[in-house]
């Protein structure tokens, strides 16, 4: 593997009005495409192009913001969290919202299991509770004539897994690519994993530093390559092998503060999001060598993410941009 990277301007994708909190990936929804959503703190997740960043549409219905946001694998589903006290299901397809998961606090987290057409949905947030929610159990409404928007449906009760055992709000819920295997990560610094069969926890892990980002590797459906949770912590980031809860891979220290990290096994690259300098720098995993930095961010880099074919890095800021950053050789895109 060649460590030159490519020198290329990154896309900017305008239209956030505040801070980007979160960003996601679908995967590949034919051989080549694929969608990115964005959460934002102006209430307004939007849907874009995964290799352009151009602007799709916008999830209208959010009164607070909107603190976390993802797509299934096939990019059918769409969910979002928000200090509103709700999580969203929406159709990407039609904007149209399709259920509405109505909490007691602020939604921090969402997370669906890697499948096609997933009928589930796991929140996390202030509650300090992570639940469980069957979306088969919805029934979305229609409208009152043909072209006005389904009524979503708004009575599902979630089912809370290791009641009690969360002693502070929940920063991130990620579905592992073994269905029955749910992580979080708190605010007490500690990174927990859940066992939906026995419905308890099953292995932790206590960080220094309160954590910043807690992403999984792949949103493939049935991946067979390993899965890697990456986490970032103050001015360290963690590596676990998502398929044994609780393997720490390795440890990477910094002599700076991050605010995000994003891996690409395959490549064997990880991106770090600066808190401090808003720089994005770029490192081989196996060395721990940086290999390049990729300057244009005016805030803390909150959130980054690799396209599922690792073409493309996506981060968001403070600044309110999300930036599209090309990592691969050749033209790519709207890239010569």
Request: glycine residues 8%; aromatic residues 8%; negative net charge.
């Amino acid at each position: 593997m060649a460590n030159e990277l490519p020198r290329a301007m990154p896309l900017t994708a305008h239209g956030h009005s505040r801070p980007v909190t979160h960003l996601h990936f679908s995967h590949l929804v034919d051989e080549t495409d694929s969608y990115l959503i964005s959460a934002c703190k102006d209430n307004n997740p939007m849907l874009r192009d995964g290799i352009t960043g151009d602007w799709i549409g916008t999830f209208i219905g959010h009164k607070g913001a909107v603190w976390s946001s993802r797509l299934s694998s096939d990019g059918a589903l769409a969910a979002t969290g928000s200090a509103d006290f709700t999580a969203r299901i929406w159709d990407p397809s039609s904007g149209e919202c399709l259920h509405v998961l109505n909490h007691n606090h602020i939604v921090k987290s969402v997370a669906f299991p890697i499948q096609m057409k997933p009928q589930f949905l796991a929140t996390g947030g202030q509650e300090k509770k992570l639940r469980v929610f069957d979306l088969s159990l919805g029934q979305v409404g229609s409208g009152l004539t043909d072209t006005e928007p389904r009524q979503p449906s708004n009575h599902l009760q979630g089912m809370e897994i290791g009641a009690g055992v969360h002693t502070a709000s929940i920063k991130s819920v990620v579905w592992n690519v073994d269905y029955n295997i749910i992580t979080t990560a708190a605010e007490d610094k500690t990174i927990r994993w859940w066992d939906l069969r026995a419905q308890r926890m099953i292995q932790s892990f206590t960080t220094d530093r309160d954590v910043m980002s807690c992403e999984l590797s792949t949103n493939m459906a049935g991946d067979p390559n390993p899965a890697v949770l990456s986490v970032a912590t103050g001015n360290a980031c963690y590596f676990f092998n998502s398929n044994r809860p609780g393997e720490l891979m390795k440890r990477v220290n910094f002599d700076y503060e991050i605010a995000s990290v994003a891996i690409n096994p395959m490549a064997g690259r990880f991106v770090t999001g600066g808190h401090k300098d808003f720089w994005v720098r770029v490192y081989d995993y196996e060395t721990e060598k940086e290999l390049d930095v990729q300057k244009g961010h005016h805030g803390p880099v909150w959130t980054m993410a690799f396209a599922p074919d690792g073409k493309v890095l996506a981060s968001g800021s403070e600044d309110g941009t999300v930036k599209l950053w090309k990592h691969c050789q050749g033209p790519h895109g709207l890239w010569p």
